[in-house]
């Protein structure tokens, strides 16, 4: 994925940052959005990232957009078109980051 940076940086977490502009009208009115932080994702925050990815991934929740509220730094705001690209590439790097707990 060209548009989304997602590392492992602790075990139990995932970081996201997003690396183009798609979004960045709605990020900084809707939150004091700094993109070269990337939201780290840990705990509950981790599994609702993922419940809600998996849900507009496989149509369940349809929307045009959602923030995955992040555990800390920045919130990542994705596309309903780019969640079927992130699902497998989140639940990759949560399985790395539940592996080492």
Do not use: K
């Not at 183009?20 to 009208?25: I, L």
């Not at 981790?46 to 919130?75: C, F, K, M, W, Y």
């Amino acid at each position: 994925m060209d548009w989304l940076e997602i590392t492992v940086p602790a075990p139990g977490s995932v970081a996201m940052r997003r690396l183009d502009s798609r979004f960045h009208e709605l990020a900084t009115r809707l939150i004091d959005y700094d993109f070269d932080v990337a939201g780290i994702y840990g705990g509950s925050q981790l599994d609702a990232a993922l419940q809600l990815v998996a849900e507009i991934a496989e149509g369940t929740r349809n929307q045009h957009h959602a923030v995955l509220p992040a555990t800390a730094g920045q919130s990542v705001i994705i596309a309903a078109d780019e969640a079927a690209d992130l699902l497998p590439q989140l639940r990759q790097a949560i399985n790395i980051a539940t592996a080492n707990t």
